[in-house]
């Protein structure tokens, strides 16, 4: 039993050089797919996020919305209406999102890390309204047809938003005290109005004002594929680049990896795509040497 | 057109003695009624706040979800259903509750007070959920119907919550850095799960654990009435008993004048039951002589 | 009644913009003219400065001496005698003229303010010489009667002094804890010396040495006026240099545009030239839009 | 020539113990007598304060006014009136012994000491009226007639007053950011108006409140003498006792001894009382073993 | 392969509990025996503290001799001479005891401990010489001799010791900058001399001190064992003393168990006796429910 | 007698424009020679550095070894082999040379300066391997025979080092609480080996990164001779520079002249060569104007 034990030990210290590697460094995590939705996956993040913190490492979570959204319109009797992937966003649709994100979602994530956080750790949930967080705009509508090469529609597209600023010292104020954010995807416009904005955006905005030493995004795919489909480990900048001009990269994955680009820039360190359908993927991802998922690099 | 000026200044100053004698103390106001749904009242409440927290006090805003949880409700196709005046929540309504609560009108109040903040302020919207900050439990429905003189039902009451604990730390990191906490009236059970509770409660629960100078009920009503229906301007604690035991105080007003006396008890200095329908009503019971409403005293 | 009381509601309410645009900005204000000599202007003028420092605004006063030092250096048996506007200032003279401003002035004026001041706010009187606040040197004579035009005086003007340098420390040691520093126009020398300082250009050397954001000075005068006598509201620096060179501005005025040009290229924000003997002179050029007096700006 | 240099360092290694035992206490310094007036015992005092506060103790001067009141108020044309040896103070005596306390010997002293001060300790001169630091109320003419075995004159005494409080918060503010507070023994009572206090008296109450370690009073008499006249070394309070009730103190050694005795009472736990007319007697009391003068213990 | 992963996860994850009991407490470290002597168990023992520090433990190391004081007396031609279990110390040994135990031991344990540190963390080694951080006087021997049951000898003991008092403001001073404390048991007289102190009691002193959460004992022993020889895993405080007083408890262990029940009674929380032979004993015994070795509670 | 006692005061005043110039100031000093080994400098030099740290000076300690390692060693039964003036130190010597200075000197020092250092300040002993102080690599062995203009040997030097880096944290971290560091030559390499570094160079490289404004050598010498043997009290850059040249300096003044001019160039503002041998040579280089020994400037 004692052999067990000692094996036990040898594993916790293998942690080790990674603890040291990231101790007061903060982490930017993208939450959302699966392991917002199976609750074992769930409880697996939770207790990931509230590790990190204890071995030191400042977390922010950035949750996007998934499945909910369109359940809660539906039962209120608004029919979902996309234009090139963004919902149409209504002043009707727009007070919906604001309600299932910050009132639903958030403070679902809040009260599960808080499950197992102990005494001396909590999460607060934030949205972009809350401390003038997460300044934004409307979303230049014309920039974003053009970039996805569509043809730029006549109709509004209603309260979709893109990031203008970010207002770091609330964010500040919180993870000096060992708080963990958890931020609702709404920005605040100039007047006070909600806005909805893609959570993988707000995320990379969020790590690159906060200067991230990561940027995670807990995804519901392997990570980043090369043009035969396999996973690639690391993948640096020009690669990257080559990667999307050759039309390997697609879909939702575009965006994502245009953000991790952007962020790299920034300052922040590292950014990773990982599978949120494994258990403990974050911990893997950062406490072992080969990780799991793709890590995107200068 | 200087007199004009001057007179101005004059009434400035008549707020100087009142200034002085509340800097640095703590106002917790229940924040409802009408004065939370008219557009006017609503921006005079703002403002009202703004310039409270600029001249030096710490305010914290509790608020009641108002009409906008029934038609929330209904538009889900869920009917109301009420025992002695207690909302029956069970799990499909709670998760309706905290989304308008924590989702909408917590966030509606925070952007609206944003509005007037200028770059020095901010408000900070939380549930009792973030930071646990209200620790709650199961109404003791036992106790609650029979201090009503009801009838105990057998029908369970659901999510229904009342305050175990409040948890200070997260709203003194946010006042010293000069933020106004905004708070919806959601509790914390033991495994995370939402309790709905009573605002007003929840404003006495918060008042008492701050130790506040003045806990401000802003209602519908002028404040509290004598037999004759007169309104009492200032209400000493036994009189107030003497009004409850003799039946002059009953609906509403009896729950909030029973948790008035409690918080004197437990350090708060002054009660204030005020009409949210007059324009700038906190200004006028805080920064001139007369008053409007009913203060409650020791 | 109600009505009145939220008409005096309103009021208060229109400070809000200007508070929230001064908060935690300095205001350095000359204290002088009939403001300082008539009692219901000096009440008047108290109650403002306590005003200022509870919403926030940290407020130096630099006063002059008035028609005291004439009168004690006549019980005193010494006559004026003046050169160039200057008072010929031997040891006899700099021994009662500092007597008299900060034993004298000085003190009514902080004993003034503390009158109205409350608890958790109060003046404290400084001379030059306390701290080593206003470091001085004896008047360059040539410089400043060629500067006026005037033929150099062989004789000795004695202990009038130029500020050579400002010890800021002081200053902030005494804000920082919501002290309000009065501050009497006296320069310490390199042997410790008293130097007698033009109060205006005190003022000014403060604000500058503080980055203050308003250099304020109460005259007994509407503002700065044009050819026609005219009262100018806004006046921009070229404007001012012209009205200099074309000889407009005359007399008691001059000097005072000159440091006022001078605290603007230092990085003061604005200088007002008011009349202290309105009421309220002060609240009302700073908290109203109309102000009163002259305001020079960049 | 080493010797003599080795001797001047053995001489000042000599003080180590004293330095090592005051370190970070607080000595209260009445200042007075010759040591005030005559020039090189000026510069003696200053260098010695400057000394103390360099070695780390916190040091406050009390001074007191010595011949200049007379002689101002001389000039002034007003004839002293003295009842029971207190100086009948009417308005216009007031008004000029304040002046000459707060605006001449107040800041003479400051500059004395800046003189010698360096760059990292200054001393700000404060009256009582400055961050109204020392409360003060009418003297009670009955009880202070009363106690000298007098009858109460039925003449009023004007402003003369005694201390009710003092205001250590300022002191606390200077003294942590090493300035020295040299304070003139003028109070200010309930409607800011300044009262003349003795200033031995002013001494121990300021001591009283800073729980000083010391409490230093410079004479003109060599200490406190027995019944033949010769100088007492160290007097316990036992003895003062006897000694007072024996009539052999009397005079200005009266009072002094008595807040000596109040002083050690309230927890001050030296009191000394020391020739100012030798050079260097602060230095030589605190610094050496034998010391000069009478100290009083419990 | 990712099974694998999840498989270590799952084993991180399971320190959590533990982690967030601990965080922010104390743990001194009896560090002695095979673990301070075997190289692998060493490196073992290193990466365990660092682990502990970063997790937010705060640890304080105190260390024996070993075999390494016995061989270095040798080389120097000094014969071991013990008297009841004590090494005679006269000047010439605790020379020898003092430069192996601060000199060699001491600073090879820190270089270890730093050889896994990382950049946030680093260990001091300090002496009980050093801040005066263990007051000593020479222990009292006829006291020790007795609690043996021994007879007092007439030979002098030498320079053996025994704690008077711990100096914790060196090790807060340290400990809150993220240092780990790494301390030789070697006491300071009130000459200044060393004095040679049982390991076992300077760790619980300290521990006492620091009011520490636990108090560790790695041996060379599983733990404590009941009279049939079996390992007890939980001792209470009564069963201890029966243990004692029956005679079950003897050797070594005797003094260490007395030291833990005077640890527990001064509010240590627990104290662990562990077999320093296992590989990472220490997280074995603070990470994992079964433990190894004994625990001692009240 | 008291006209004594006033001398000695003089002489105390005599410092005050010492410690005002060096308030708050940073003395690296190098303890060696006789004064580390005659019991009356030991207890002179104790003293002086007390007295020190008492009038704000932050001091610093660094030793040598002195004689007692060529003891020891021999007491080993090592015998001494030097290369180039250099101790060949294979893995036994410099086991032998930690424990000396790491565990003998330094900590007699430590006891030494704590015998007068009162309650409010202590020494504590570093090695440079406590909190990785002195970043070590072995020496350049081709670089240092070469600057010797000396063949380089084939044989291995063993564990001499030099300075790769310091660790300044710790030692703020220390001075801040009134610590009085006390150093042994002792680096760290990268794998946590001990180097033996020559103390001298390791007070420079300390002085360097502390940028310290004075750098002490107290020496067995009186200091910097010229060709005729006549002692330099002042020696400018250039002209120490030329005396090099020249071949006026040599043996152990060489080195220590040239870590002088190091030290200097990387902002130490002076550097002094003293003879430890006078009584209190510290002090009277200090604080007396004539000073002893050599000061070396820009």
Known sequence: MVEELVFKARILQSALPYIREFYGKTFVIKYGGSAMTEESLRESFAKDVVLL?????????????????????????IKPHFMGGLRKTDEDVIHVVEMVLSGDINKDIVALINKYSG???YAVGLSGRDGQLIKAKKLDKEAY???LGLEVPEEDIGYVGQVEGVNVELLYALMEKAYIPVIAPIGVGDKG?????????????????LRAEKLIYLTDTEGVKDKEGKLISTLRKEEALRLISEG??????LPKLRSALEALEAGVKKVHIIDGKIFHSILLEVFTQEGIGTEIVE
Do not use: C, W
């Open 193 to 209: 109005e909600a806005y909805n904005i893609n959570a993988d955006l707000v995320a990379s905005h969020i790590a690159m004002a």
């Open 119 to 121: 005494k001396n750790i």
């Open 53 to 77: 913190r204890y071995v030191g490492i400042r977390v922010v979570i950035v949750h996007g919305g998934g499945p909910k959204i369109s359940q809660t319109l539906e039962k209120f009797g």
């Open 145 to 147: 047809f053009k970039s």
């Open 248 to 253: 390997v990269i697609k879909g939702g994955m």
